[in-house]
């Protein structure tokens, strides 16, 4: 059962321009929202995380914008620059189940120069 | 010097082998995870430990087993290996509480042929 979704699967966009990344999740006991980049024949690593009691959370040109009402959230990428390309992983945390984190199937973005 | 390191990096194997893939942390983590990365799936737990000695079933955990020795150790085993468990497998660390971050390994390409 996947209960993080992510679109698009894949993106492209121009240096200089804002990316934006979709993520969707069902659980509503869900507590923790983090996101993940992956560069190419690397591991995955911790961009930024959000929790519910907030709606947005920024930190330099990457901001999360959250919607608990509809279950949604979206990872903007300002000023995209070409060294962000890589693929975006939503992830999720219940404190229902410890610390799992139930990840997405990722959003592949290619910044074009 | 990497935290979370893996062996082997690649592997090949033979369908109906075992297959042991070893982890180790110097993070001093109490939580360990392994995952494994297919295209289309984004990462998927199969198992994880909350300390020495604790194995917990992950999401897909058929066909594997973990092992706990140590603080700093985790195990993947597959008992009987099979060309659907061809995959990438990580292996991560993480201290627990509220933002649950995770540090990953640099990964083990297994190939089962």
């Known amino acids: 059962q996947q209960q993080v979704r992510q679109s698009p699967q894949s993106l492209t966009v121009w240096e200089g321009e804002t990316a934006i990344l979709n993520c969707s999740y069902e659980?509503?006991?869900?507590?923790?929202f983090p996101w993940y980049w992956q560069f190419p024949r690397e591991s995955p690593a911790l961009l930024i995380a959000?929790?519910?009691?907030?709606n947005k959370k920024e930190d330099g040109r990457f901001t999360i914008f959250f919607n608990k009402r509809e279950k949604k959230l979206s990872l903007h990428i300002t000023d995209s620059q070409p060294g962000d390309s890589a693929t975006y992983f939503c992830?999720?945390?219940?404190?229902?189940?410890?610390?799992?984190?139930?990840f997405g199937t990722g959003t592949s973005l290619l910044v074009d120069p | 010097e990497a935290a979370v390191t893996q062996s082997p990096r690649n592997k090949v194997a033979v369908t109906g082998g075992k297959v042991t893939l070893s982890c180790n942390q110097t993070n001093n983590h109490n939580n360990m995870y392994w995952y494994r990365q297919d295209t289309g799936h984004g990462l998927r737990l199969i198992h994880y430990?909350?300390?020495?000695?604790?194995?917990e079933k992950g999401d897909i955990p058929d066909g594997y087993k973990a092992s706990r020795p140590s603080q700093e150790n985790f195990s993947l085993i597959l008992e009987l290996a099979t060309p659907s468990q061809t995959s990438v497998y990580f292996c991560?660390?993480?201290?627990?509480?509220?933002?649950?971050?995770?540090?990953f390994g640099p990964g083990t390409r297994l190939t089962v042929l």
């Open positions: 430990s909350y300390g020495a000695g604790s194995t």
């Open positions: 992830a999720a945390k219940t404190s229902n189940m410890g610390y799992k984190l139930t």
């Open positions: 959000i929790r519910p009691v907030s």
């Open positions: 659980d509503s006991t869900f507590d923790y």
């Open positions: 991560a660390s993480g201290v627990g509480g509220n933002y649950a971050e995770q540090f």
